[in-house]
């Protein structure tokens, strides 16, 4: 078991990874202060994880909301369910909520336990790769809309997070692919050996080793740490961890929620960061074909839908949080592991970069 | 023109209170980061007064959204058409929104900006008494639930209020009383020497005298103020200024939100306080006969509706947010102007309060 810390003074929280933490009571229990404990967690998990969960939380006056799953799901109608589950079973605000499942689940507890009440305390135990290294630690939770991803939330730091690597046995291929999506983005942000390391053990990864699961997770989770330790609120660094994910969102809002999932599109934003980056003339065509290839060896799309126009592309990027007055910022890249933010380039070639991707062909399987 | 200052660090803000504010660019734009603003009011204050703060917003990239009008409205559906609004117009982080119009708009709009992108600022003008006094100031934001009286919320504190005692002008009486409500409050609460004055003067209220309306908002804000700075986030004393608001949530949610105004469940329920305190011999007959006379004398209600019964009285109250595992915790008076918060009571005594008030009769004209 590794724990990792996220270091934000008196709202300073555990990241414990490892196998079988899950019906571990030890992990779960300090974090909770009252009696009262909401378990949320979706259709899918619920079979597989619930019962588990649940005995680890026997002391308590526990009950649970199973949502729908997917993201096409992730939105107020939904949180709404779970307070009406809280005020149903009268909890209060001493009451504490508990996450059990994926991004979506996570991003919807979190809010919820923001708002409830006006705060109330939570807890991360995320089921999916792309939760225990990304969504589930940083405090940043919310809802879709129609109109714009994550356009609705709060940042609410959780408890704890509990990673329990066993949970991945269960996740299908194509949810795994997604999540390593999210781990090679660190390798491109901030830590080029990391990349390497990717590159040199993508197969054990994708054939579920326990031992290389375990170190992508940790790495990834100590590199974000430290990123929402230094910049909580996303004033600056921060928004570093948003690679991709400008493109990315377009996708998922451009195609319809969970269509893609959220990994595979921000797999195929990275490679037009990348793309647009070496267009600048910032990074060489090879680190380029470097990226879209450890995209592909991890069976992730390296190219956007090709049903979205340049000008849909344009219009759904408009409404990205990370646009400041009506300049779109941009998560570009100066090297392997050398990303930044930046308004700063020639829109012109943003749009031939567009038209080349609206033009192309699918690469990626799933996509076809 | 006075100004206050919320005292809270960082976060600190003005309370402008005088005649004539609302036109005047002078105390809006300052607290404006950005291009963008998005007016929120509703349909019975846009006719009065939208154009009156447009004008002295037309340096800014401005837009409006205009709501129902009622407390049967301070839902999620309407925050809803809020975001929709700020998406439509492709809104971002660095947009202001602007709260005109009574507690529900202050509340709704609140929230609204709490939860855009992770949160934007926002600015209150209170154009009620009610909103003046009380809920413009202390960034409590929030809208209520079918279940439940203001569950669903957010601290977020607004960058100033701007208080223009003209716009009472146009608050019709029922409102204008209500909004007393909140004022009597504080005398009960804290400030004995105010409540002796609200004794002397309440005709002058009620004339809509107008040094006598600015002495009370300046100072029912200096309460409120000073209770703020001292705890934000209602982990101890806060708490007191629900005076009467366990018992008037109840009213609110049992009755149909819209059908008693808050500042009229808010005045019967510090009634019942009173009473409850009274036979739990903490106060005297003739201090209840103050406060209910007081209420009279504001054309308040002194009781609570008869067609709630004792026990769906405590099912409503055991969701309120006072609630702690399982204790009810009631704002109840030692003294006027001296109250306390306490758990500590005999629950058969408040039965008999509860009893006595369902079987009771009505003595407010509007009421009946």
């Known amino acids: 078991m590794t724990e990792l810390t996220v270091a934000l003074g008196n709202r300073s929280y555990p990241i414990h990874i490892g196998a079988g933490l899950l019906g571990d009571a030890r992990y779960l229990t300090p974090h909770i202060a009252g009696r009262q404990v909401m378990l949320v967690t979706d259709e899918t998990v619920a079979p597989l994880y619930l019962r588990r969960a649940l005995a680890s939380l026997s002391d308590f006056d526990c009950a649970q909301v199973v949502l729908a799953d997917g993201e096409q799901f992730k939105n107020l109608d939904t949180v709404e369910r779970v307070f009406e589950a809280l005020l149903t079973h009268r909890f209060n605000r001493t009451a504490t909520l508990v996450a059990l499942g994926g991004g979506v689940i996570g991003d919807i507890t979190g809010f919820a336990a923001a708002c409830y009440q006006r705060g109330v305390p939570f807890i991360q135990i995320p089921t999916t790769l792309l939760a225990q290294v990304d969504s589930s630690v940083g405090g940043k939770t919310g809802v879709n809309h129609a109109l714009g991803k994550n356009m609705i939330g709060a940042f609410h730091q959780p408890r704890c997070v509990i990673a329990d690597t066993t949970t991945l046995d269960t996740l299908d291929d194509r949810q795994l692919r997604a999540g390593i999506a999210e781990v090679i983005k660190y390798g491109l942000i901030s830590d080029p050996d990391f990349f390497a390391w990717l590159e040199q053990h993508m197969h054990e990864l994708l054939a579920r080793r326990p031992e290389a699961l375990a170190y992508a997770i940790e790495r990834s989770c100590r590199n974000k740490a430290e990123v929402v330790a230094a910049d909580e609120l996303e004033t600056g660094r921060r928004a570093l961890l948003n690679l991709g994910h400008t493109f990315g969102h377009a996708i998922e809002t451009g195609t319809g929620y969970g269509t893609w999932l959220h990994g595979e599109a921000v797999a195929a934003g990275m490679c037009m960061a990348a ?46 949080k990370k646009v400041l007055d009506g300049r779109l910022r941009l998560v570009l890249l100066k090297g392997i592991g050398r990303a930044v933010v930046t308004d700063d380039f020639d829109s012109s070639v ?3 970069v567009l038209d080349a991707a609206s033009g192309g062909s699918a690469t990626h399987a799933a996509r076809s």
């Open 275 to 320: 793309e647009l980056s070496a267009q600048l003339g910032w990074i060489s065509a090879a680190d380029v074909t470097r990226t879209e290839a450890l995209m592909l060896a991890a069976g992730l799309p390296a190219r956007p839908p090709t049903n979205l126009s340049r000008d849909r592309f344009l219009e759904l990027m408009a409404i990205d």
């Open 350 to 352: 943003l749009h031939r």
